[in-house]
Each structure stands twice: as structure tokens, then as C-alpha cells.
């Protein structure tokens, strides 16, 4: 089955750096990978996914990129606040799987003022 | 819209004892699926429900079972609880099975002592 490793465990930024998350996975037919974000005691909300036809994908301040060669992911945070602060979990997925996603085991991210 | 719902948020069992985690979708969604979290695993799929009537196992759907009740309700059933399943437990839906977003519930904190 797929497997998805995440990097880092834990990220610490000034308020305004940028920070950059990566991922990789194993199953080269996964072609879809979702980035969720994870407040403290709530549950995941997608923030942004790119599908495999693309290699990048931007949404304001934040970007995936996407590499199939290497079958890596990574997200980019550009000018961090402080409500940028949570946990945030790649993952992939692949047509016919189910909409079955595999979960990186996350990042924790600090904005510090 | 409340979303995806969830019950209880808490809960305390002793090894041996049953219980049924409750969850609920008011956004007419086709799939829906059980997630656990642990510390430094990520969210681990448990079972998935790609349509009504149907349900199939995840990556760890043992000691567990699940019913969907209707196309809103998804229940996940812990027979015999045992310490390991200490975690904390998830519902998501999506609108069908596919390269969709899925949506969380606000998650269940459950202990076995």
C-alpha cells in the first residue's frame, strides 16, 4: 500500500518568514494530494490539493508544488501570522483507491511573534 | 450547514466495556469514512462507506465495526475495548467516492483504562 513520510516533525518561523513542508510517497499511481491543517482540538480542514496533471498550485500565501519523478510534495507558507500556527498533514490518494487517503504524520508549525 | 457531526466528544471506557462512536452529515455526501489519531501516526483510516449499503475495511479495522445507517448516519462500534484503542477518533465525509475533499467532524477524545 502507499506510504507517505512527512518532514519536519516540528517547524518553528519568525512571524512574515516563510515556511516549506515536505512530503514523499511510494505508490507512483497516487495522483491526488490534499494538505490539510489541524487547529488545536478541532479536526482537519483542507487548506490545498494538487492533482497530478500539475506541477504547482497557489492559493494566496500558500503553494504546493508537486515533482512525479521523485514522488515528492511539499507545501510553501509565504509572509507567516500567527494563525498559521497548527498542525498540518500531507497526504495522498489515487483514482479507484476509494478516495482512500494516506496521512503523513504531520508537521507542527510555530509562527512566533 | 452544521457540517459533519460527532458524539460524544468524550469518553471513558474500562477494557471489556462497548460503546458506539455517532457521526452525522447534513451536506448530502455519498462516502463517508472512520479515522484514528495518534500521536506521531497521522490519521489512520479504520473503515469507509463509499455509498449507502456499502462499507469496507481501512488500514486498521480491528476490533472495530461500522453501520451506515442511512446516507447521513455512519456509526463506528468498539465491541470489547481494549487500551490501544485510546485515540482519538474522526468521521469525514466526501461528496462520493473519487479525488474529493473530505470533511471532519470535530473528533471524539476516547480512553481505556
Known amino acids: 500500500g502507499e506510504n507517505v513520510e512527512q518532514h519536519p516533525s516540528t517547524l518553528s518561523v519568525q512571524e512574515g518568514d516563510s515556511a516549506v513542508i515536505k512530503c514523499t510517497y511510494s505508490d507512483s499511481a497516487s495522483n491526488y494530494f490534499p494538505w490539510y491543517k489541524q487547529e488545536l482540538g478541532k479536526g482537519p480542514q483542507l487548506i490545498i490539493d494538487?492533482?497530478?496533471?500539475?506541477g504547482e498550485k497557489k492559493d494566496q500565501r500558500i503553494a504546493v508544488t508537486l515533482n512525479k519523478t521523485a514522488k515528492h510534495f511539499s507545501l510553501h507558507i509565504t509572509e507567516t501570522q500567527p494563525e498559521d500556527s497548527a498542525v498540518y498533514f500531507c497526504a495522498a490518494s489515487r483514482t479507484g483507491g476509494g478516495n482512500k487517503l494516506t496521512f503523513g504524520t504531520g508537521t507542527q508549525l510555530k509562527v512566533e511573534l | 450547514n452544521a457540517g459533519v457531526t460527532q458524539t460524544p466528544k468524550f469518553q471513558v471506557l474500562k477494557t471489556g466495556q462497548s460503546m458506539t462512536l455517532q457521526c452525522a452529515q447534513d451536506m448530502n455526501h455519498n462516502s463517508m469514512y472512520w479515522y484514528r489519531q495518534d500521536p506521531g501516526m497521522g490519521l489512520r483510516l479504520i473503515y469507509y462507506?463509499?455509498?449507502?449499503?456499502?462499507?469496507d475495511k481501512g488500514e486498521v479495522p480491528n476490533g472495530y465495526n461500522v453501520s451506515r445507517l442511512n446516507k447521513r448516519e455512519f456509526s463506528l462500534r468498539l465491541e470489547s475495548a481494549a487500551p490501544s484503542q485510546t485515540s482519538v477518533y474522526f468521521c469525514?465525509?466526501?461528496?462520493?467516492?473519487?479525488?474529493?475533499?473530505?470533511?471532519f467532524g470535530p473528533g471524539t477524545r476516547l480512553t481505556v483504562t
Open positions: 462507506s463509499a455509498s449507502e449499503g456499502t462499507t
Open positions: 494538487i492533482r497530478s496533471n500539475v
Open positions: 469525514a465525509s466526501s461528496r462520493r467516492e473519487g479525488l474529493y475533499e473530505q470533511y
